[in-house]
């Protein structure tokens, strides 16, 4: 385990007393770690959380919530505006929604870069240009409105923002998922490859377990706001906790073409399976 860069012991977020995450705990290092589960389970809950964006009336409370020797607990909301996208960044689900429809992307790439530098004109356009480069874009994208592009380039023009600041760690929240299969496989090897070339922390949130088991280290399995199994990515195929097992056992392919899936008993507390996390 390398040293952390984010820790989070306990983290619970209400919805006027009701419970989306409870009492969830995890560390992240400079590797790549995978939080799984189905819909609905408390993953992209848990990123709004990390990234301080849960709105009222959620409330966020934790035993610790810190990045690196920061409290995130305790920050201001300009305090937050200084970790968020320089030390913290995130690649939201889909560039239709997450991307300034009347900005041009080179101009949204820059306004990050301003937020948390004092660069001169120059500067600015260079560090850009390398930002696109980085993401496989070529320069003229710099002047391309979001409604130009494919859902890839989208995606590739996300991921240069959220990289430009060169953050520490990064939160991909089912960056694929809007994607074909072939397209989802480029964009999370590109986020694998910058996240390994710069030494960053990866928290990828998924469903796509096959994808999971191939390009991270660690997994996170969440169901209905608790965790509730984790351990190598690379071990998913052979994993003994039912939830888990049944989560990779339900997967689609040529090989289960006409056969039923297996359905998940949900009589089963898999919250407090032996299995479980701990």
């Known amino acids: ?45 848990t990123a709004r959380a990390l990234m301080g964006l849960v709105r009222n009336p959620g409330i966020v409370s934790a035993d610790t919530l810190c990045y690196r020797q920061t409290d995130l607990l305790t920050l201001k909301p300009r305090q937050w505006n200084e970790v968020r996208g320089a030390k913290i960044a995130m690649v939201l689900q889909d560039p239709r929604y997450a991307l300034n429809p009347v900005r041009c992307i080179g101009k949204q790439i820059e306004e990050s870069l301003t937020l948390h ?27 391309s409105y ?11 023009a996300m991921l240069a923002i959220a990289l430009v600041n060169d953050p520490q760690l990064l939160i991909a929240d089912e960056p694929t998922s809007a994607l074909d299969a072939r397209l989802r496989n480029q964009i999370l090897d590109l986020i694998v490859e910058q996240t390994t070339r710069r030494n960053m922390g990866l928290l990828l949130i998924s469903h796509d377990l096959p994808l999971v088991a191939t390009r991270c280290d660690r997994v996170l399995v969440m169901y209905q706001g608790k965790l ?8 998913l195929p052979s994993a003994t906790h039912p939830y888990t097992r ?9 090989a289960t073409y006409g056969q039923e899936l297996p359905v ?12 479980g996390a701990d």
């Open 1 to 45: 385990m390398t040293e952390p860069l984010l820790v989070a012991r306990n983290l619970s977020i209400n919805f006027n007393g009701h419970p989306v995450v409870d009492n969830l705990s995890l560390t992240i290092g400079r590797e790549k770690v995978a939080l799984v589960g189905e819909s609905g389970s408390g993953k992209s809950m």
């Open 117 to 143: 530098h004092s660069l001169t004109r120059a500067d600015r356009h260079e560090r850009v240009l390398n930002a696109l480069a980085a993401v496989g874009l070529p320069e003229n994208i710099y002047h």
């Open 146 to 156: 979001p409604g130009q592009l494919s859902g890839g380039m989208g995606q590739r």
């Open 228 to 235: 509730v199994d984790q351990g190598l990515a690379a071990d």
């Open 246 to 254: 049944t989560l990779w056992a339900c997967r689609p392919s040529a």
């Open 264 to 275: 998940l008993d949900r009589s089963i507390d898999f919250t407090r399976s032996e299995h």
